[in-house]
């Protein structure tokens, strides 16, 4: 007879070891952009309540927070990395043997990985574009809006630098599933 514990398939929220440092370092900093969006949450109950009790909203407030949104879905493909939790066709994944799901981790971090750094240089092109005037000069892109931050062009630059981290988490992954580093999925 199987107890409540054995019933309920459990997730484990924390890097794998086959990630190594770099996993854990991504994983402990996932606070920082969770956090993020209990600030986006706040800063939109404070809108609501200037909007419609005060009758003064802000030009702040949504781009600040679709900023910090978005800010915490760049980190989430970090943090799936990490975590080994990225897409994967489990009805065929879960039914392979232990060496073929080891053989299938290795193919699918590194099609991750040149996936990823593909992007990244991708993105690169897209910084390019958003950072540079062109004479050279240094000027982030801005939303154009009456307030007009610089978050387009932030966002630009940490998208490609999580993808360039995420291409060398795939590549460390790949390296210690070739391995055999073994370690809890």
């Known amino acids: ?45 404070q809108e609501v309540m200037l909007r419609y009790v005060f009758g003064r909203p802000t030009n702040w407030a949504h781009e600040t927070t679709v900023f910090l949104c978005a800010i915490s879905f760049v980190y989430g493909g970090l943090l799936c990395t990490a975590r080994d939790r990225h897409i994967r066709v489990v009805l065929v994944y879960d039914l392979l043997p232990p060496a073929a799901r080891r053989v299938a981790d290795i193919l699918i971090s590194a099609i991750c990985g040149l996936s990823s750094g593909a992007f990244a240089w991708a993105a690169w092109q897209m910084v390019k574009r958003s950072a540079w005037r062109p004479d050279g000069s240094f000027h982030l892109e801005t939303s154009g809006s009456a307030w ?14 999580a993808l360039a981290i995420m291409a060398l988490q795939f590549a460390i992954l790949t390296v210690n599933y070739a391995r055999g580093h073994k370690g809890a999925r």
Do not use: C
């Open 148 to 161: 007009n931050p610089a978050y387009p062009g932030v966002l630009k630059v940490l998208l490609m630098v």
């Open 1 to 45: 007879m199987m107890d409540a514990s054995e019933a309920i398939p459990r997730e484990e929220h924390e890097a794998v070891p086959q990630s190594g440092r770099l996993g854990r370092v991504i994983d402990r900093l996932a606070i920082i952009p969770a956090l993020g969006l209990v600030v986006a949450m706040l800063i939109l109950i």
